[in-house]
T-cell receptor, first 108, second 114 residues
Framework: RKEVEQDPGPFNVPEGATVAFNCTYS??????FFWYRQDCRKEPKLLMS???SGNEDGRFTAQLNRASQYISLLIRDSKLSDSATYLC?????????FGKGTRLHILP | ETGVTQSPTHLIKTRGQQVTLRCSSQ?????VSWYQQALGQGPQFIFQ???????GRGNFPPRFSGLQFPNYSSELNVNALELDDSALYLC?????????????FGSGTRLTVV
């Protein structure tokens, strides 16, 4: 079993819709949690950190559930420019462990 | 402040050859991590360097080796290249270990082994 698991998708979502991704992690020693965005053939870029209390950045909301060991990302009012791969990441033993990523296609 | 720069951007090598990839960390960052990202996969941790010492290694064979220099730039060396080594190699730097300060990624080196 992979340490960080995500549904690879693709998620095909009409523009303006709300879409949610989940990610599960298996190692309870994981310390910090993040969502990264990766465009095709580009490097990952930090989208947002994830906290137990939940955090919001504009149309994006992230949530951490330590008891169930999952992380979620919600995108509201999706835009065409949101099309990308979203990577879930955890920090354990000073290194980032990534999931395989979830591909999102926003349809006009 | 300059970001993380990697060179070269693209590279084609023949099976069995050796390759060296380079990374200049962001100003003020003393920790460098290397990742391998195969097509359709997430980045996989290769190793991390902190103040010129290896500070953690992923599940990669010894033919993957690295260095960090006093200016905190870094090299990734891969010997005896195999076809499966074809991937995007990413370098990320941070101010300290622990990840709490955030990692900045370079744009990667795309290696093709033929």
């Amino acid at each position: 079993r992979k340490e960080v698991e995500q549904d690879p998708g693709p998620f095909n979502v009409p523009e303006g819709a709300t879409v949610a991704f989940n990610c599960t992690y298996s190692n309870s020693a994981s310390q910090s949690f993040f969502w990264y965005r990766q465009d095709c053939r580009k490097e990952p870029k930090l989208l947002m950190s994830v906290y137990s209390s939940g955090n919001e950045d504009g149309r994006f909301t992230a949530q951490l559930n330590r008891a169930s060991q999952y992380i979620s990302l919600l995108i509201r009012d999706s835009k065409l420019s949101d099309s990308a791969t979203y990577l879930c990441a955890v920090i354990r033993d000073d290194k980032i462990i990534f999931g395989k990523g979830t591909r999102l296609h926003i349809l006009p | 402040e300059t970001g993380v720069t990697q060179s070269p951007t693209h590279l084609i090598k023949t099976r069995g050859q050796q390759v060296t990839l380079r990374c200049s960390s962001q100003s003020g960052h003393n920790t460098v991590s290397w990742y391998q990202q195969a097509l359709g996969q997430g980045p996989q941790f290769i190793f991390q360097y902190y103040r010129e010492e290896e500070n953690g290694r992923g599940n990669f064979p010894p033919r993957f080796s690295g260095l960090q220099f006093p200016n905190y730039s870094s090299e990734l060396n891969v010997n005896a290249l195999e076809l499966d080594d074809s991937a995007l190699y990413l370098c990320a730097s941070s101010r300290q270990t622990g990840g709490f300060y955030g990692y900045t990624f370079g744009s990667g080196t795309r290696l093709t082994v033929v």
